[in-house]
């Protein structure tokens, strides 16, 4: 008899393991179809649905099969039992059920409104996966790899107009959706659908902030499989994932304000206290990330001079690598930071310092290694949004908010390009012409944050409205205009098919033909950039690096023995040969360089020049290429490596 | 009011968020140290704690730390609830507690005797992570890099005596301990330590099962950086890999063996049930696992030849293997067979025939990829281990038992390493000498299956006992018969720094001048492998891969349409090349080859062609290299791989 109840329980046992089993083979089953149909799209040049947008649809069917085919087995876990010995919810809950103890874990609270039929079908329920998947497992990778990706050079060049787009247009953003969709609430008060106390500022606020975080994994990914121009590319990369952080941080910092009186009035304390709340964040999690990222670049530093060669075992190397960037999001998030803003500054310093520490091997196992997770994390956060349509079971859709919904994301995207765009024009020596302007407006897809940040608290009904409607924004923006990329880029002549690093010199000859006012006062941006290049080239690349000019040469005379300890041996072997790039600097190259080709239309020698210099200085900063996987995978491909068969 | 208190219920959600992250940030660190001591271990050639000893040392210290600093928060967790209303355990139960309406999960099945004091200890709680994480996720990376990288050629050269050990001497291993433990709880009970009905004889041949998986990990990783005999690492490698798989499957099997009246009588249909049920698995899951790969290779192979490149993305190439490797365990398990039997053969095969497919790249990617993640998984679950001392709630200590496991695991593993190894070398032609059979007995290392098989069931009194006990086993064995390797191969006089390739020749050469008998019978395992080899190289490799001679070839004359529309262009191409490889097989290159340089003491004409044979055969079977990663890792560190710069 007891046998038997055992057998019972190993049974019961393995029907849960096989249950996850299920889950899991269904994600891979639509990861599969993914990249299959990704092959077949790259096959025959087929653009008018991206992969991302595949991905969605196929997410999408099998939400539809599973939602109507698979049954709920299970009657009891629809009903509420009373419990009045307990005062708050335990973490554990033991529970004696006919002389059987069985353990319960805290999953969250629930509305009494959200009880409703789904809730008992196992299957539904484990699809619909917890958000702090999401948040841990799936978007550190993605933007980890943003980060470690960025086209340095490009960037910088472009610092003041990405900082600008990021910060102030988020901020725009925000409130012009903010102001729209809280106009909406009001008439939709008015004609009786909503009741007014259910939807206050703060939430249209909240649905502001979370809307502005755009995406950048679908547009980009056709910018670069084209060669799309590499200012626009910088612009509209560098906008959309500093965006991210800040609509991250935002959307932190508003869920936090609370006006202690009506939630209406705006309470300045309250206020205050949030964007205090929003900097400190912000500035925490970057001094968080950047700091785990100098912790990586001495230890692999150290390990290459002074003790041993860590690069003889590139395993070690990426493994230490791999947990230190994670580390550096896990501490962000247990400090009470937000980890995605960590990890995205933790990036750009690793490609920018420890990069140049790795050995070749591992230069490149660490590239390929977050490739890889970056691709596999995209694709299932793509599939499961798909998923989440049909699996997820409190959808509130209201026609009026999602019309509100898009027609404010219209507008503020608008309201956040246009003017900002004529205003950087004021200050910048090469405008943003109209038709990358066009272009940034029609590329503001709504995608994996947004929904991240949407599906984090589904509890409320303005909540699970809002959820709704963002993963509606996000289905229309990445089929429609995902698809449209390409048919746009036509229509607006941006040029495609450009060599990256030829593109600097080529764009300066013709600006100088096309674009005649050189008189124009330089950007803000360059002057700090170059305080800052200097700095860096100085003093951080020589301690945390080999590569650039010895402290000894670099800091004061009573530094020296400091200085002499802290230098790598390799690197004055490189002195004379970066003497040169010291007098390039010194010599103020950025503008220099710049402006004088600027001047004459095709100067052969200065330009072969500049050219000379911009890759040399590609190799000392190790400049890692850009996002997308798919020019890298054609040119390694183009020269397969030598696989030592052992 | 509700503002506050949804600000409240923010609050806590962060809480949760928080609280994974800090237990993941501690293993994160434990993995940085473990990788840091490896480093410094490697750097200073010391051998005396393996690196895994080294994981579980720290894991280890910090469970005493989780378990000592923090402390109880939740006293409402240890406490029972009654509970009238229900019948059974529903998965998801709503309490409504205060007017909240609250959610919780169907963990499991708790016995009064379980709830305790630490209960409630969310910290510990955590840290302490479902099985299912390790069956699922941890293990499958470890036996599918096991199986991917099984060195092909001494692999099947040995067949017969690695399955003669893996099955039979597991079976053997598996009698030997149920019946010395049977013997000790007989005793136990004798003297009123533990009750008779608590432990049956079948309980204790479900411990004799899980102690009977030998650990592939530590001893494999000291013999491959010493360069250890290929025959003896051959041995030992298939043994425990294939070891690892019955001991599964067994486990599974005895646990649902139900003998319908007395559990300990012998009841012979429920035996031959759960006889057939081993078998059943076992073959179920090899067909599944293998099915899958092959499915891969086709795939791989059709892109490669027919229809396009898909070697131009080794990114979706790598995906897809990826993808479909882990989806052949799931499909597995979803179908109630041995998820890890099936991705150890998926492996086995995936480097048999998709890997000669991959291109380059690609192949260096998934060499790469596997051999991380089975560095990770390896290192998560020693630290784990470690951890497990302490922060397990429900520890059974019982010195007798343990006792009793310290004698019955080596009268086991001497009962199945000397028997089985005698009658054996009564049919092979090269002997297992002396002192190889003392170094297996030695290397009976238990280690992550073992824990793993023991902690996924933990429910009464006598599974608590076991997993104790196991854990306690793999402490004692991975210290002291870990650290003991290098010394007992000096002491056994075991030859170290032998080039696997050159092995063959020098031992045929050395095995002529000393052991004379050559003419012993064939041995059975070549007779078999000579078939499976000619059938798998004139029909299996040409329609899975473009190695091999062209089908069109090899079929007969009325298949030939069929032939020529699966043979790739590319071995036509082939044909002459080909054309002696199927020369040689047909003259019985295995054999011949190998008894001519056994007759004559270095024929240096025949030994240069089978040196040729043997490499070149290597390269068509895409041979993959060792378990190991260091010697890879120091010849790849040797040829550094261009890296382009994008």
Redesign the interface.
């Known amino acids: 008899m007891e ?2 109840k ?2 019972v ?2 049974k019961d ?2 029907h ?3 249950q ?3 889950e ?2 269904i994600f ?2 639509l ?2 179809l993914t ?2 149909t ?2 077949l799209f ?2 025959h040049r087929f653009r008018f649905l991206h992969e991302t947008g595949g991905a969605m649809l196929y997410g999408l069917v099998m939400g539809l099969i599973i939602r109507y085919v698979t049954k709920s087995p ?1 009657v ?8 009045e ?14 002389n ?13 409104h959200n ?1 409703n039929g789904h ?2 079908n ?1 299957m539904l ?1 484990k699809m619909t996966f917890d958000p ?1 998947i999401f ?2 497992i799936l978007l550190p990778p993605i933007i980890f790899h943003a980060g470690y990706s960025l086209k340095k050079r490009h960037f910088f060049r472009n610092l003041g107009s990405i900082l600008t787009y990021a910060f102030l247009g988020t901020a725009i953003s925000c409130i012009v959706i903010g102001l729209i969709m809280y106009g909406f609430v009001k008439a939709m008060v008015h004609i009786g659908q909503l009741k007014q ?1 259910e939807f ?1 500022f703060t939430d249209c606020l909240f649905f502001g902030s979370l809307m502005s975080a755009t995406d950048p994994v679908t547009v980009l990914a056709i910018f670069h499989e084209l060669n799309v121009d590499t200012d626009l590319y910088t612009l509209l990369f560098g906008e959309s994932v500093l965006n991210d952080a800040v609509a991250i941080v935002l959307t932190h910092s508003i ?2 304000y ?1 006006p202690k009186e009506n ?1 209406n009035a705006f309470d300045a304390a309250a206020f205050f206290q949030s964007v205090g709340n929003f900097l400190g964040i912000f500035a925490g999690s970057f001094a968080m990330g950047s700091s785990y990222a100098v912790v990586t670049a001495l230890i692999s530093f150290m ?1 290459l001079t002074k ?2 060669k ?7 190397e ?3 690598f ?3 960037s ?2 550096a999001f ?2 962000a ?2 400090a ?1 930071l937000t ?1 995605i803003v960590a990890v995205l500054f933790c990036g750009v310093t690793q490609a920018h310092y420890t990069y140049n520490n790795l ?3 591992s ?3 660490t590239k ?2 977050f ?2 997770m970056n ?2 994390a995209e694709n299932v956060i793509f599939c499961y949004m798909g998923l989440a349509l049909f699996t997820f079971q409190n959808h509130i859709f209201n026609p009026l908010f999602i019309f509100g919904a898009l027609v404010a994301v219209f507008v503020a995207r608008a309201s956040n390009i246009y003017p900002l765009s004529f205003l950087l024009n004021l200050g910048r020596k090469q405008k943003i012409p109209w038709n990358f302007q066009h272009m940034m407006m029609f590329s503001g897809l709504r995608g994996a944050i947004a929904f991240a940040l949407a599906i ?2 589904t ?2 009904q303005p909540k699970q409205m809002m959820f709704s409607t963002a993963l509606l924004m996000v289905f229309f923006t990445v089929w429609v205009f995902g698809g449209g990329t390409t048919p746009m880029l036509t229509w607006l002549q941006i040029r495609v098919g450009i060599d990256p690093d030829e593109d600097l010199n080529v764009k300066a000859a013709s600006q100088s033909a096309s674009n005649l006012d050189k008189n124009t006062t330089k950007a803000e941006s360059a002057w700090l950039f170059r305080i800052w290049y200097g700095f860096d080239h100085k003093y951080l690349k020589p301690l945390l690096t080999h590569t650039g000019p010895p402290l000894t040469s670099t800091l004061p005379e009573w530094c020296h023995p400091v200085a002499r300890l802290l230098t790598s041996p390799s690197a004055y072997g490189d002195q004379l040969k970066d003497g040169d790039a010291v007098y390039i600097i010194n010599n103020d190259e950025l503008t220099e360089n710049y402006e004088s080709s600027a001047h004459i239309p095709v100067p052969a020698q200065d330009s072969t020049g500049s050219l000379q210099a911009t890759g040399k200085e ?2 000392q900063e ?5 996002g997308g ?9 183009g ?8």
């Open positions: 046998k038997l055992e057998y329980s190993v046992e393995d849960f393991y096989h996850g089993a299920v899991l083979l891979n089953f990861l599969i990249i299959l990704i092959w790259k096959n299970d009891e876990s629809g009903t509420i039992y009373e419990c010995k307990l005062k708050s919810g335990p973490s554990t809950l033991l529970i004696n059920i006919t059987q103890v069985y353990e319960y874990q805290y999953k969250r609270e629930i509305s009494h009880v809730q008992g196992a329920q702090s948040f841990n106390w206050h869920s936090i609370s939630p390990h003790f041993t860590l690069c003889e075992f590139p395993m070690l990426t493994g230490l791999f947990l230190l994670w580390s896990l501490s998030e247990a009470g980890g050995s070749p091997d230069k490149m196992r390929q290694l490739e890889f691709f596999l984090r608290d509890e409320s590609d190799i190790g400049d890692i290429g850009l996987y798919k020019l890298q995978l054609q040119q390694t491909a020269q397969p490596q030598k696989n030592s068969l052992a």
